[in-house]
């Protein structure tokens, strides 16, 4: 006894140190202490661990576990004999991770009790911590999920709680708060396991079983707490179980219903998909009444959590209900549920109960079709209610700022309705209409207003973030729409004075009557004034439907541009006048908002707005309109030098112009995109000279290209648009040495040239495209680059450029490099490839070890790589040519590529997410031809490829794997038709007393007898053991590795076998062997598709049956003599003791890299 109560109070006292030490030391020390004594045996199939006693543990009071079980037991020994909630924390989240792991050990007796206990527990304990008591909870819902389909006793979760609910309060509030967990946990909880068919049925059976009662029971205590039928003996209680009684029913509405994973309490689209069997209490006359009863007698912030259930309730689909007249009962009862709250405000002076009413309004609505609604009676009336609410609660932008999305998603909702429903009556209409047009005055004085406000208090700017705000003035354009001639002539009610008195301010500073300082505070009011009309505008336009378009509206359309255009043009003389200190960032997005919408509704259309622009500017056709907006676009470009979001925004609408077969057309014809084709370089436009515009300058060149060449005759336009470039070229063709090229303004000059270069070729999808530019610059510009990278390849803002843009060259993307069948260009481009390479790589190889890896070094290589990669899947290279004629530039290439490789350490290599993959790729592409074609190649090359292609295999990221299992599919196919080919040819040899010649890849197998193994267990226990996504990729090298290493994987296999449980083994085996059931192994593409199959069912099979498969111990993977392969003992040595030929390099480093097999 006194030893007993030695180990609780000892085990005590460490969990009070786990959560409160004097130092993270203590914590780390105390833990493993803790998990020494109590073991989750995780990862060892249930056997006792291996781990060595922390220190500080000697002569201390242990608990004898050699079993999951014992673990168990023990846990429930100590949870038993304290009540510290120190101790309790620690044992529940014990039982958890020990559940997590060793579920499928216990037997079912042991799985009954654990959960018996658990529940027997909570009873007897009513005064445990609400957190101890979510722990606890959290603990029974794993158990449950995991044993539902397997234990009968787990099925009772609503008959174990009733007990709770038939005895005290506090066992009520207990009982209440473990359902609330269990629900929340059973179908949708974070450390329970992967959502896979077993767990999902589990939770459709827990749905259609238990959750109805659970539900129904909870209802009718929230009838009694209304009713005040439960007698409370201690304060708090009824607060208490209020709070559970809430917090449950939000959880059962919440559910996953329909199976899909959708928070459905958290999403602001869809219906709730309550089951059939559930209307009786949906129909139920006193239901919605009830809940809007809670609401009203439930202070904050619980109110807020009942009307998030009546957000629920009010989006539950129509077919809940048996018939027409139980559904409109429903409606009408929450039409009735929310007039009152409108007329007796209950609540709204609270900004979460007010928020979650905004949001009931909305998804009524979405769920409710207006003709449900419309039909009720005092429908009129309820909607004016809504009006109003919804016209005072813009003006209150202030108190609820994120309301205004979903009050306007319902007028919205509403008013597109109306479109399809044709049955509301005039009446009903023109009210409609007018409340629209009202809410349209509304919003945009409400926020023209603000401005002054916002500026004085600081406050938030919507006009700061354009993507919420255009979601919301989405919304309202729609809403506008339904009495568009109204609510446009409100709008202009609003705008023209305003545009009138920056017009005024404007003439007074041009005419030198007023001092610009003096106005510059009035001035910034008035111009976020108008950008907010002017971003409101735009989403009046944007809203124009396309299929219903009319005359009339059209019309009003071509009133409101005009408006914009003559801002636009108040705007210009401004910033003539004064310049850069004009400029407004905000109003300048506004416009440039405004002018996509434009674009998007009319620009490619002749009709009637043309009419009012041809009287106020002249316009009088789309083109006219594309030539207004271009020279817009020009002027950006030459004032907004130092802001790098107008200038990106303003290329956006450039390039949004250009987009489509006869926009782009239409745009080549304007008269501003000719000058601007003509003078694209011209210095007037300022943003060339800001580096912080590199990126926009490469948009700006990609438009440009793709403007250019729209034009079916455009060779003479191409080489006039060539010749600014050649202009800055010129000069460089003269630098005859170093120091020349080492100016810094030759620097600026090459970084920008390259870079204008690489985003002018990168949209070129065609071959007359390609080869305009390519007979441009190949060859006479090439020696430029190449001198350039010589002198520069030590400063990577240089060399990158340089790089990219070459790669960007010989980059055959929609087989734009297509030469003629006489033509040499692809075989000099590959040349100039291999010179490239090798002047990079020789300065890279040169860099002593810096702090930035990447920059300085990696990203440069990485490029390299994704060249030499493009090379070799373009497809359009002969490179048996260059082995033909035994041409140096593949062997420099290559010679240079391995030294590049041999360079970067294996942890780099996979440290660095775009290095990696450039090396993927350039390996896979490498492997299926180039690599086998190779003369030798050097045992410390070879081994790096072959450990960098396992890494990759296990690295997470999908391309890298993917790539690193091509890599070694190519290989290993190789050596096995190599292998069948020695063999077949092997009789005919002999007789001709020749010795069979053996490829140095199949010798290289040979002489390293440990990298096959390696490799087929690498891919073998990520099929095994890892849960990933990548199992076809995987399956392909695993069917040819299984193939050559038949022996050891039936070994193997047998190991992994025996580590599982005796229980298990049979299935396991069966499993195993179902991989390779009609596999013929003879490499055909239908045998690997049958293999991939077997691979992806085995995966199924053990998601099915719940197994994680116990991996085999590395002492039992160490290599044995009677590993065996198909490949012959004693093959090629002579290849291996050649170091003399073209790939020798780095020598020094190949006894390290065979270590590491």
Not at 328 to 339: A, D, E
Request: proline content about 4%; glycine content about 4%; charged content about 20%.
């Amino acid at each position: 006894m006194a030893q007993h109560d030695e180990r609780i109070a000892y085990y005590s006292t460490l969990c009070e140190q786990l959560y409160n030490p004097k130092s993270s030391a203590e914590r780390d020390q105390v833990q493993k202490m803790l998990e020494y004594s109590f073991p989750t045996f995780a990862g060892t199939g249930g056997m006792v661990p291996q781990q060595q006693q922390p220190p500080g543990m000697d002569n201390s009071p242990t608990f004898a576990i050699v079993t999951p079980t014992d673990t168990a037991s023990a846990l429930r020994v100590l949870l038993e004999n304290s009540p510290s909630p120190y101790v309790q924390t620690f044992c529940l989240s014990r039982f958890k991770q020990l559940i997590q792991a060793q579920f499928t050990l216990f037997s079912d007796e042991t799985k009954v009790q654990l959960r018996s206990f658990l529940l027997e527990y909570c009873f007897m304990h009513t005064d445990l911590e609400p957190f101890v008591i979510t722990q606890l909870a959290g603990v029974l819902a794993l158990l449950t999920r995991l044993g539902w389909l397997d234990v009968e006793e787990y099925r009772n979760v609503q008959k174990d709680i009733h007990q709770f609910l038939q005895a005290s309060v506090d066992h009520r509030i207990v009982g209440m708060h473990i359902l609330a967990v269990l629900i929340q946990d059973i179908h949708d909880s974070p450390s329970a396991p992967c959502n896979t068919a077993k767990f999902r049925k589990a939770a459709a059976s827990f749905r259609d079983t238990q959750l109805y009662a659970i539900f129904e029971t909870t209802f009718k205590t929230l009838d009694n707490l209304l009713r005040h039928t439960i007698p409370f003996d201690k304060p708090g209680q009824e607060d208490r179980l209020r709070h559970v009684t809430i917090n449950v029913l939000l959880k059962c509405l919440s559910y996953d219903f329909a199976g899909t994973s959708l928070d459905e309490a958290g999403e602001d689209i869809g219906t709730v998909q309550i089951p059939s069997s559930w209307r009786y209490v949906f129909e139920d006359d006193n239901f919605i009444p009830t809940l809007f009863g809670a609401y009203q007698a439930f202070p904050p912030p619980l109110s807020a959590k009942v009307m998030e259930c009546l957000v629920l309730v009010a989006s539950v689909r129509k077919g809940l209900f048996e018939t027409d007249n139980q559904r409109s009962k429903f409606v009408v009862s929450l039409m009735k549920g929310i007039r009152e709250v409108i007329l007796t405000s209950q609540g709204m002076n609270n900004v979460d109960n007010y928020n979650e009413f905004c949001r009931l309004l909305f998804r009524f609505r979405s769920s409710a079709p207006l003709n449900e609604m419309a039909e009720k009676p005092d429908y009129g009336e309820w909607i004016e209610l809504i009006a109003d609410f919804t016209l005072k609660a813009v003006q209150s932008w202030k108190w609820a700022p994120n309301t205004a999305a979903y009050l306007l998603g319902f007028w919205s909702r509403t008013i597109q309705s109306m479109t399809y429903y044709q049955k509301l009556g005039e009446i009903t209409a023109e009210k409609l209409g007018n409340i629209s047009v009202e809410l349209t005055r509304i919003y945009a004085t409400t926020n023209v207003e603000s401005v002054a406000a916002r500026i004085e208090e600081m406050l938030d700017d919507p006009l700061e973030s354009e993507e919420d705000l255009v979601e919301n003035l989405v919304m309202l354009g729609q809403i506008a729409r339904c009495k568009y001639e109204g609510s446009t002539d409100v709008l202009i009610a609003v705008f023209d004075p305003i545009a009138i008195q920056y017009q005024e301010l404007v003439t007074q500073i041009t005419a030198g009557v007023a001092n610009p300082d003096a106005l510059r505070d009035t001035m910034e009011v008035v111009q976020l004034k108008i950008a907010w009309l002017a971003y409101i505008l735009g989403a009046f336009i944007g809203s124009r439907p396309s299929y219903m378009s009319r005359i009339e509206t059209d019309v009003i359309d071509g009133r409101l541009i005009a408006k914009v255009l003559q801002l636009m043009e108040v705007n210009q003389a401004l910033q003539s006048h004064l310049g850069e200190a004009s400029l407004n960032q905000k109003l300048e997005m506004a416009i440039i908002f405004f002018l996509m919408q434009f674009r998007k509704s009319y620009i490619s259309e002749t009709n009637v707005l043309y009419p009012d622009l041809a009287e106020a500017f002249g316009i009088t056709d789309p083109k006219m309109i594309l030539n207004v907006m271009m020279t817009k676009i020009i002027k950006n470009l030459q004032v907004w030098r130092h802001n790098e979001h107008v200038i990106r925004k303003t290329l956006q609408l450039f390039n949004e112009l250009a987009s489509g077969f006869s926009a782009v057309r239409n745009l080549r014809k304007t008269e501003a995109m000719r000058i601007m084709l003509q003078n694209h370089m011209s210095s007037e436009f300022a943003f060339f000279e800001n580096e912080h515009h590199q990126q926009n300058r490469m948009l700006y060149y990609q438009v440009l290209c793709k403007v250019l060449f729209a034009d079916d005759h455009c060779e003479s336009d191409f080489y006039a648009f060539m010749r600014p470039f050649e202009e800055r070229l010129e000069p460089l063709e003269t630098l005859d040495s170093v120091d020349a090229f080492r100016q810094p303004a030759v620097r600026l000059m090459l970084q920008d040239i390259f870079r204008d270069l690489r985003g002018f070729i990168q949209p070129i999808q065609n071959r007359r495209d390609y080869t305009l530019f390519f007979n441009w610059f190949y060859p006479e510009y090439m020696p430029i680059l190449l001198r350039a990278l010589e002198v520069w390849a030590p400063d990577p803002s240089v060399a990158n450029v340089l790089l990219k843009f070459f790669a960007e060259l010989v980059h055959n993307k929609s087989q734009r490099l297509n030469f003629d069948v006489s033509s040499p260009n692809s075989l000099l481009l590959f040349r100039d490839t291999s010179r490239l390479i090798s002047i990079y790589g020789r300065h890279a190889l040169d860099i002593a070890e810096v702090n930035e890896k990447y920059a300085c070094k990696y990203k440069g290589i990485s490029i390299c790589f994704k060249m030499l990669s493009r090379c070799l899947s373009g497809r359009y290279i002969n490179f048996g040519v260059f082995w033909l004629y035994q041409d140096k530039a593949i062997d420099e290439a290559f010679h240079m590529m391995f030294q590049l490789m041999l360079s970067i350490p294996h942890h780099d290599l996979m440290g660095f997410p775009k290095l990696a993959s450039a090396f993927a790729a350039l390996l896979d592409d490498f492997s299926k031809e180039q690599l086998t074609t190779l003369p030798t190649l050097e045992p410390n090359t070879f081994l790096y490829i072959i450990r960098a292609c396992e890494q990759g295999i296990e690295s997470n990221e999908h391309y890298v794997r993917s790539h690193a299992c091509s890599a070694i599919d190519h290989i290993c196919t190789f050596v096995a038709h190599e292998s069948d080919h020695h063999q077949h040819h092997q009789h005919r040899q002999r007789h001709q007393h020749q010795a069979p010649a053996t490829h140095w890849l199949v010798s290289y197998f040979g002489q390293f007898p440990t990298v096959l193994p390696s490799l087929l267990v690498t891919v073998f226990n990520l099929v095994l053991f890892d849960d990933n996504s990548d199992q076809w990729a995987l399956s392909r090298p695993l069917y040819v590795l299984m193939l050559l290493q038949r022996n050891y994987a039936m070994e193997y296999t047998n190991r992994v076998i025996q580590q599982q449980l005796p229980e298990r083994q049979s299935f396991v085996s069966k499993a195993l062997g179902d991989l390779t059931e009609a596999i013929g192994w003879d490499l055909s593409n239908k045998d690997r598709e049958r293999f991939s199959r077997n691979v992806s069912a085995f995966r199924r099979e053990l998601t099915l049956h719940n197994i994680s498969l116990v991996p085999v111990s590395p002492h039992d993977l160490a290599t044995t003599t009677s590993m065996t392969t198909t490949l012959l003992p004693n093959a090629a040595t002579t290849v291996v003791n050649n170091n003399n030929g073209p790939n020798n390099s780095n020598n020094n480093n190949t006894n390290a890299t065979v270590a590491a097999y």
